[in-house]
């Protein structure tokens, strides 16, 4: 049973627009959650993260917003560059060590 | 100079070998971890330890043993290695996270390159 799920395999998106990833969950009790970016040959490294006792967390052209209610959370970058072309993976925790991840998105960026 | 480091970066065997995996950090942090991604890409963890006890482990096969020197290093060994096992190992390691939501940013995890280990 995937707790964590990533429903979109892949993105394209035009240089400088907005693009818009996507990660729902069902395990209600998880209360910290990342995104982590992947590199070909590289490991995750990590982006952006938001607690459960909040809505939206920003860092630059990052954005990531959760929606507990639909255990839902996205991850906006505006404006969208070349170099933003990764896969992306949440990661999702509660109160242990322990995440689970998704099972990623790959962004391609067009210029 | 890498934060985690994991050698080797790919490794090749025949099916019934025994090998293993290194992971250092240098990044002074409490925790590390094995995480396994298999061909479907799920991320996977298998073990972690913290202060070089083990913390975490999975429904892993116990083939699998992990062993953490000192708290800088965990290495991951594998027995009597089968198809099914190959896939990319991540190490990571992390600061010891706390308690509650606002301090879980202190288990931020970071992660090595990768093993992509390949059995044949």
């Known amino acids: 049973d995937q707790q964590v799920k990533q429903n979109s395999p892949s993105l394209s998106v035009q240089e400088g627009r907005i693009s818009i990833l996507n990660c729902d969950y069902t395990?209600?009790?998880?209360?910290?959650f990342l995104w982590y970016k992947k590199y070909p040959a590289e490991g995750p490294t990590f982006l952006i993260s938001i607690s459960s006792i909040k809505d939206k967390n920003e860092d630059g052209r990052f954005t990531v917003f959760l929606n507990k209610s639909a255990k839902h959370l996205s991850l906006h970058i505006v404006p969208s560059q070349p170099g933003d072309s990764a896969v992306y993976f949440c990661?999702?925790?509660?109160?242990?060590?322990?995440?689970?991840f998704g099972t990623g998105t790959r962004l391609k960026v067009l210029a | 100079d890498t934060a985690v480091s994991q050698t080797p970066k790919y490794l090749v065997t025949q099916m019934g070998n025994d090998k293993s995996i290194k992971c250092e950090q240098n990044l002074g942090h409490d925790t590390m971890y094995w995480y396994k991604q298999d061909s479907k890409k799920f991320l996977k963890i298998m073990f972690s330890y913290n202060n070089k006890e083990l913390i975490i482990n999975e429904t892993v096969p116990n083939r699998f043993s992990p062993k953490s020197p000192d708290k800088a290093h965990l290495n991951l060994h594998i027995n009597s290695l089968e198809l099914g096992d190959s896939a990319v190992y991540f190490c990571?390691?992390?600061?010891?996270?706390?308690?509650?939501?606002?301090?879980?940013?202190?288990?931020?995890?970071?992660f090595g390159a990768g093993t992509r280990l390949s059995v044949l």
């Open positions: 990571a390691s992390s600061q010891d996270p706390g308690g509650g939501p606002t301090k879980r940013a202190k288990n931020i995890q970071y």
């Open positions: 990661a999702a925790g509660s109160g242990t060590y322990k995440y689970i």
């Open positions: 395990n209600s009790m998880f209360d910290y």
